[in-house]
């Protein structure tokens, strides 16, 4: 079946410090991959989305992913978080198929202290 | 630019009760989605609508209704609330149906049921 899966339901960073938040997907060809990020009480944002070429796709505010075919992750990282970075983040994937529409992690919820 | 609106933004409503909730969009987006969003189980998808008119059914459709009657809005019914259920709702707009189409999501209903 497929599956998109975040082994990390809780992180804690300082402030400063650099974030690697994790992503596994089960597909059987190569999925469309997002990571959204979702701040208190509001909707989802697209940070970065990735499909074909250069594995590493930068995104928005400073967040970078690595998309990895040998290892089935495509791994969220940024290389200094500020307080505001604070959220819960979410890897999605979705095969070109789209009939079973995006398919969802169970979320990573980042906080990040002073 | 655009925004997704919802309402209301909270729900509570009593066992066996009909409950209806709204979305829309001014991005001129044809395609439509409701998720819903459950605490430990991320995002899962309940309808969505290609164009004006058409409905689509997700992985978790049984026990929802929805209605597109305008370009501009969807509505979800839940048909029969269920006792202690507690959700939030996630209207999401794409420009078209596609997997690498970006999905711009609204704030969320948060329903809770007595």
């Known amino acids: 079946a497929q599956s998109v899966t975040q082994p990390d339901a809780r992180v804690t960073v300082s402030e400063g410090a650099s974030l690697q938040l994790r992503c596994k997907y089960s597909y059987s060809g190569t999925p469309y991959l997002f990571w959204y990020v979702q701040y208190q009480r509001q909707g989802l944002q697209l940070l970065l989305k990735?499909?074909?070429?250069?594995?590493v796709v930068q995104g928005v505010n400073g967040f970078e992913a690595e998309f990895s075919k040998s290892d089935s992750s495509f791994h969220l990282r940024k290389a200094s978080v500020h307080w505001s970075d604070s959220a819960v983040y979410f890897c999605?994937?979705?095969?070109?198929?789209?009939?079973?529409?995006?398919?969802f992690g169970l979320g990573t919820r980042v906080s990040v202290f002073p | 630019g655009g925004i997704i609106t919802q309402t209301p933004k909270f729900l509570i409503g009593q066992e066996g009760q009909k409950l209806t909730l709204k979305c829309q969009q001014n991005f001129n987006h044809d395609t439509m989605y409701w998720y819903r969003q459950d605490s430990g189980k991320g995002l899962r998808l309940i309808y969505y609508s290609i164009t004006e008119n058409d409905l689509q059914k997700g992985d978790l459709s049984e026990g929802y209704d929805a209605s597109r009657e305008k370009k501009s809005s969807f509505s979800l019914t839940v048909t029969s609330a269920q006792k202690n259920e507690m959700a939030v709702f996630l209207c999401?707009?794409?420009?078209?149906?596609?997997?690498?189409?970006?999905?711009?999501f609204g704030p969320g209903t948060r329903l809770t049921v007595l």
């Open positions: 999605a994937a979705s095969l070109y198929n789209y009939a079973q529409g995006l398919t």
């Open positions: 999401a707009s794409s420009i078209r149906l596609g997997p690498y189409a970006e999905q711009f």
């Open positions: 990735y499909y074909s070429g250069d594995p």
